[in-house]
């Protein structure tokens, strides 16, 4: 049985679509596949999520991660969208979330931080839950 897909949607796929995807396969990966995609990508991994991202978790999310667009995901399970205030595209999948966080970029590290650490509890939220239901997906 595979494990359940879980996919990270924001508008750029540079921030914070990018950490939930890092910090899905960093903490969850016995659970879940970890995936994120955006609507219009940048060109690179927001340069101050990956400083903060190598600081609090040991990442580098240049090494495995890049800007991808919607079309490059794989069938997912889940659909998280992280906020961004566009309406993302019908995406197939069994369960649908939006985490509605506040983008960090054009702040200070301190903004990237909290940003980080909400992801962190969503995250681990996310994969009780999906212990709890996956064979159902």
Known sequence: MRKPRVAF??????????????????MCGGVFESYSAGTDIKDAINPDAVRVMKKLYGVDMPSVQRPKLLEELPPVDVAVTMGCGVQCPFIECSIREDWGLEDPTGKDDAAFEKTAKTIEGKILKLKTVLQKISPEL
């Open 9 to 26: 949607i924001c508008t750029h796929n540079s921030c914070r679509s990018q950490m939930a995807e890092a910090l899905g396969r960093l």
